[in-house]
Protein backbone atom coordinates (compact mmCIF):
# COMPACT_ATOMS: atom_id res chain seq x y z
CA UNK A 1 0.00 0.00 0.00
CA UNK A 2 1.73 3.18 -1.10
CA UNK A 3 1.81 5.36 1.92
CA UNK A 4 0.44 9.17 2.62
CA UNK A 5 1.92 11.93 4.40
CA UNK A 6 -1.08 13.38 7.29
CA UNK A 7 -0.45 16.74 9.17
CA UNK A 8 -1.87 19.04 11.12
CA UNK A 9 -4.01 17.47 13.67
CA UNK A 10 -3.82 18.27 17.31
CA UNK A 11 -5.29 20.15 20.06
CA UNK A 12 -7.67 22.94 19.27
CA UNK A 13 -10.15 24.60 21.62
CA UNK A 14 -14.18 24.50 20.70
CA UNK A 15 -14.76 27.50 18.52
CA UNK A 16 -11.59 27.49 16.75
CA UNK A 17 -10.20 26.67 13.58
CA UNK A 18 -7.78 23.58 12.13
CA UNK A 19 -6.12 22.77 9.01
CA UNK A 20 -5.14 19.23 7.80
CA UNK A 21 -3.32 17.92 5.08
CA UNK A 22 -2.57 14.59 2.98
CA UNK A 23 -0.11 14.40 -0.05
CA UNK A 24 -0.20 11.44 -2.09
CA UNK A 25 3.04 9.88 -3.84
CA UNK A 26 3.88 12.69 -6.15
CA UNK A 27 4.36 10.09 -8.81
CA UNK A 28 0.96 8.50 -9.10
CA UNK A 29 -1.17 9.92 -11.76
CA UNK A 30 -5.08 10.07 -12.50
CA UNK A 31 -6.19 9.84 -8.30
CA UNK A 32 -9.94 9.57 -8.75
CA UNK A 33 -11.75 10.63 -5.62
CA UNK A 34 -9.86 12.20 -2.30
CA UNK A 35 -11.00 12.77 0.80
CA UNK A 36 -11.54 12.04 4.84
CA UNK A 37 -13.09 10.02 6.81
CA UNK A 38 -13.23 10.24 10.81
CA UNK A 39 -13.42 7.71 13.80
CA UNK A 40 -14.25 8.60 17.67
CA UNK A 41 -13.46 6.38 20.14
CA UNK A 42 -16.04 3.22 19.90
CA UNK A 43 -18.11 4.30 16.81
CA UNK A 44 -17.93 3.53 13.09
CA UNK A 45 -15.28 5.31 11.27
CA UNK A 46 -17.55 7.78 9.14
CA UNK A 47 -17.08 9.73 6.28
CA UNK A 48 -16.55 13.47 7.02
CA UNK A 49 -15.83 14.79 2.86
CA UNK A 50 -14.69 13.82 0.09
CA UNK A 51 -13.41 15.86 -3.46
CA UNK A 52 -13.77 14.16 -7.09
CA UNK A 53 -11.05 15.19 -9.37
CA UNK A 54 -13.34 17.65 -11.01
CA UNK A 55 -13.88 19.43 -7.82
CA UNK A 56 -17.31 18.10 -7.15
CA UNK A 57 -17.53 17.95 -3.15
CA UNK A 58 -19.48 15.91 -0.79
CA UNK A 59 -19.52 16.22 3.47
CA UNK A 60 -21.31 14.92 5.94
CA UNK A 61 -24.50 16.88 7.32
CA UNK A 62 -23.02 17.30 10.78
CA UNK A 63 -19.78 19.48 9.10
CA UNK A 64 -21.64 21.20 6.10
CA UNK A 65 -20.94 24.89 6.48
CA UNK A 66 -18.37 24.68 9.18
CA UNK A 67 -15.70 22.03 7.09
CA UNK A 68 -14.20 22.21 3.70
CA UNK A 69 -12.75 19.70 1.74
CA UNK A 70 -10.06 20.81 -1.16
CA UNK A 71 -7.36 19.67 -3.53
CA UNK A 72 -4.14 20.31 -5.16
CA UNK A 73 -4.23 17.93 -8.12
CA UNK A 74 -0.68 18.74 -9.02
CA UNK A 75 0.50 18.41 -5.71
CA UNK A 76 -1.78 15.30 -4.96
CA UNK A 77 -2.71 16.80 -1.52
CA UNK A 78 -6.07 16.84 -0.02
CA UNK A 79 -6.80 19.66 3.03
CA UNK A 80 -9.66 19.83 5.91
CA UNK A 81 -10.26 23.01 6.94
CA UNK A 82 -12.16 22.85 9.77
CA UNK A 83 -13.63 25.82 11.39
CA UNK A 84 -16.45 26.14 14.27
CA UNK A 85 -14.93 22.85 15.72
CA UNK A 86 -16.74 21.42 18.68
CA UNK A 87 -16.19 18.78 21.27
CA UNK A 88 -18.04 16.44 19.54
CA UNK A 89 -14.90 16.44 16.39
CA UNK A 90 -12.69 14.92 18.45
CA UNK A 91 -11.55 11.83 16.71
CA UNK A 92 -8.96 10.18 14.68
CA UNK A 93 -9.00 11.50 10.89
CA UNK A 94 -7.90 8.90 8.26
CA UNK A 95 -7.53 10.36 4.55
CA UNK A 96 -7.41 8.40 1.43
CA UNK A 97 -7.40 8.40 -1.94
CA UNK A 98 -9.06 6.42 -5.26
CA UNK A 99 -6.64 4.97 -7.50
CA UNK A 100 -8.65 2.65 -9.51
CA UNK A 101 -10.65 0.72 -7.28
CA UNK A 102 -7.95 1.22 -4.94
CA UNK A 103 -8.53 3.06 -1.66
CA UNK A 104 -5.36 3.82 0.07
CA UNK A 105 -5.64 5.24 3.77
CA UNK A 106 -3.48 7.30 5.86
CA UNK A 107 -2.34 6.41 8.94
CA UNK A 108 -4.39 8.76 10.86
CA UNK A 109 -3.91 12.13 12.73
CA UNK A 110 -5.91 13.18 15.98
CA UNK A 111 -8.03 15.92 16.29
CA UNK A 112 -9.19 16.75 20.12
CA UNK A 113 -11.65 19.87 20.90
CA UNK A 114 -11.58 21.06 24.02
CA UNK A 115 -14.50 22.91 25.78
Known amino acids: QVQLEESGGGLVQAGGSLRLSCAAP????????MGWYRQAPGKQRTLVGR???????TYADSVKGRFTVSRDNAKNTVYLQMNSVKPENTAVYYCYYDLGVIRNWGQGTQVTVST
Open 51 to 57: CTSSGTT
Open 26 to 33: GSIFAINE
